[in-house]
């Protein structure tokens, strides 16, 4: 339809976007052969198969399962060039992708192996490409403080080589029972070394977690933040702010945040003022990159043309990019 034309043709950011959660299922295959790993699965189509989530926990079971073929420096540049190469090609021109060292160094893998794989891909499109990214550091916050301050004092020696890239600190995993103010410690030290700093809340948790992680934490996006539609002061709040929010649609339908995708808030709330991105989250994992977002919102929201123009703006205008960047993209 000329309406999915459209939205190919946008030039977008993404702002919202695990890296291990671009792994595909054929990649996981090809990865656990190359690194001899054994997969609970037999076939491609099998792990396909088994990506019926009921809630976010289900998923994260299988996304960390799938992790674990992640070895060496290749495969996490193999896994962030293919990422690079589907964002291109849905007209992404920048990402600011979230990548989770807890859950390879637990394994044995080195810190800068992540890495030193993940930023040759991005340092790579750049040259290569119309293309450039970043990169944010999660903690996850099913673990404990002390083993989040621990990961940070490792890969703070590695700060100086990617500088180019690192320059934020984000929290994903588990959200209910380990609510933001769980890493407030973390976060100020953070904060003091000059990273920004963003932290996923309002996706399962209430809106008392939200108001937690800009109070406690500080953060300057809030990832997901759907729920906070509940609590009308917050919403004020947002909108008086405009503080970014980073929306992932086909991830909330699938993890069943939202039942329908008709009854998906972010029309509602791009309607009533918020900025309001949308984004991937774990493509692999959710059935679709950038473009399937937003075309899978269009259809079932209505979005406009202005509409899209602005969701579209707001990601580039919600990046930690430099003010010189943004003008070339605004
Ligand atoms: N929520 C929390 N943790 C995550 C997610 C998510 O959507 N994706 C990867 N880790
Ligand atoms: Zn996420």
Not at 10 to 16: I, M, T
Request: charged share 20%; glycine share 6%.
């Amino acid at each position: 339809s000329p309406l999915h034309t459209f939205i190919r043709g946008l030039p977008k950011a993404e702002l919202h976007l695990h890296i291990e959660g671009s792994l595909e299922p054929e990649l996981m295959f090809a990865l656990a052969q190359r690194n001899g790993i054994a997969l609970p699965y037999t076939s491609v189509e099998q792990i396909r198969a088994a990506y019926d989530f009921s809630d976010l926990q289900s998923f994260l079971d299988l996304y960390y399962a799938g992790a674990a073929v992640l070895l060496n420096e290749q495969d996490f540049y193999d896994l962030t060039m293919a990422y690079i190469q589907r964002a291109v090609a849905d007209n992404v021109r920048h990402v600011e992708l979230f990548f989770d060292p807890q859950t390879h160094t637990v394994r044995g893998v080195a810190m800068a192996t992540v890495f030193g794989g993940i930023a040759r891909a991005l340092r790579q499109a750049r040259q290569q490409y119309d293309f450039s990214g970043s990169m944010i550091l999660c903690f996850l916050r099913h673990l404990s403080e002390a083993d989040a301050l621990a990961t940070l004092a490792e890969a703070l020696p590695l700060r100086e080589a990617y500088q180019d890239l690192w320059n934020g600190i984000g929290l994903d995993s588990a959200e209910v029972g380990n609510p933001p103010e769980k890493f407030s410690r973390v976060f100020a030290q953070a904060s003091q070394l000059g990273f920004r700093l963003v932290a996923h809340a309002g996706e399962e948790g209430p809106p008392a977690y939200i108001h937690s992680a800009l109070a406690d934490l500080k953060i300057e996006r809030i990832d997901h933040g759907v729920r906070a539609e509940e609590d009308p002061a917050l919403m004020a709040e947002l909108i008086h702010s405009q503080m970014p929010l980073t929306v992932c649609p086909l991830s909330n339908l699938k993890l069943k945040v939202v039942q329908d995708m008709r009854q998906h808030n972010l029309a509602r709330m791009l309607r009533a003022g918020v900025c309001v991105t949308i984004n991937s989250d774990d493509p692999a994992y959710f059935g679709g990159y950038m473009n399937s977002n937003f075309i899978a919102s269009a259809d079932a929201l209505d979005l406009s043309r202005d509409e899209l123009i602005q969701l579209a703006k707001n990601s580039f205008c919600a990046s930690f990019a430099s003010a010189e960047q943004k003008q070339t993209w605004l």
